[in-house]
């Protein structure tokens, strides 16, 4: 059974730093693309950052380049996301995601919910002013 479980979120203050971790088990994805998206109340999930399988590519939305990094650990089955600079705008549920593909999923199509076969339950974060 593939699991993702995330963790790291909390509260934390504007201008604060977080690290997200997401653990998959169940099936390796070393070989997969995967991603972070959130989602805030009332609001559609929404792409924050991806990566390629081989860690070599990673995509940003525009809201939050130059300040969260995402990185995957392959050896751990591990993709995390740092998160610097924390504004209010940033909280939001956060949802790692992976894709069943191997090799490259391609620029576009990484930055997009329907892309992602699998998911975690996400993990609360929240920034105050």
């Known amino acids: 059974q593939v699991q993702l479980v995330e963790s790291g979120g909390g509260l934390v203050q504007a201008g604060g730093s977080l690290r997200l971790s997401c653990a998959a088990s169940g099936r390796t994805f070393s070989s997969s693309a995967m991603g972070w998206f959130r989602q805030a109340p009332g609001k559609e999930r929404e792409f924050v950052a991806a990566?390629?399988?081989?860690?070599?590519?990673?995509y940003y939305s525009d809201s939050v380049k130059g300040r969260f990094t995402i990185s995957r650990d392959n050896a751990k089955n591990t993709l995390y996301l740092q998160m610097n600079s924390l504004k209010p705008e940033d909280t939001a549920v956060y949802y790692c995601a992976a894709n069943r593909q191997v090799g490259p999923l391609g620029s576009r199509k990484i930055q997009v919910v329907g892309e992602y076969d699998y998911w975690g339950r996400g993990t609360q974060v929240t920034v105050s002013s």
């Open positions: 990566i390629s399988w081989s860690g070599r590519d990673s």
